[in-house]
């Protein structure tokens, strides 16, 4: 699958997801911080999945009608469990993130909102 992990996402995520199979850019590598609404574009542009910890990207998607490729949003991990949470959630929800949903990742609950 393609993502983008979003500069807050621990970076040793990269390579976990990367061993795995899946094509990986992560924001952090990036010369400079183009900000939510560059960074949401280009996951369209490339068809990738934005993995983010940042709650900013609902305004833009939810507020501002902004498109998106899939949205994982992760909610009280530490860095060090992000990789392998991430791996669980693109396996079990690999057809709602195709389909555009928003997943929403805490310990011991996932929410799922579904694109209309």
Same mark, same amino acid.
């Given at each position: 699958?393609?993502?983008?992990?979003?500069?807050?996402?621990?970076?040793?995520?990269?390579?976990?997801?990367?061993?795995?199979? %899946?094509?990986?850019?992560?924001?952090?590598?990036?010369?400079?911080?183009?900000?939510?609404?560059?960074?949401?574009?280009?996951?369209?542009?490339?068809?990738?999945?934005?993995?983010?910890?940042?709650?900013?990207?609902?305004?833009?998607?939810?507020?501002?009608?902004?498109? %998106?490729?899939?949205?994982?949003?992760?909610?009280?991990?530490?860095?060090?469990?992000?990789?392998?949470?991430?791996?669980?959630?693109?396996?079990?929800? %690999?057809?709602?993130?195709?389909?555009?949903?928003?997943?929403?990742?805490?310990?011991?609950?996932?929410?799922?909102?579904?694109?209309?």
């Amino acid at each position: 699958m393609k993502i983008l992990l979003d500069t807050c996402v621990w970076g040793g995520a990269v390579r976990i997801l990367t061993d795995a199979g %899946h094509d990986v850019i992560w924001t952090g590598s990036w010369e400079r911080d183009p900000g939510d609404d560059e960074i949401l574009a280009f996951g369209v542009q490339e068809g990738r999945v934005l993995i983010t910890l940042d709650n900013d990207y609902g305004d833009l998607i939810f507020l501002r009608g902004m498109t %998106h490729c899939g949205l994982i949003r992760l909610v009280g991990f530490r860095a060090r469990q992000q990789g392998e949470v991430c791996l669980m959630l693109l396996d079990r929800y %690999h057809a709602d993130l195709t389909a555009q949903a928003i997943v929403t990742a805490e310990p011991g609950r996932v929410r799922i909102r579904r694109r209309p």
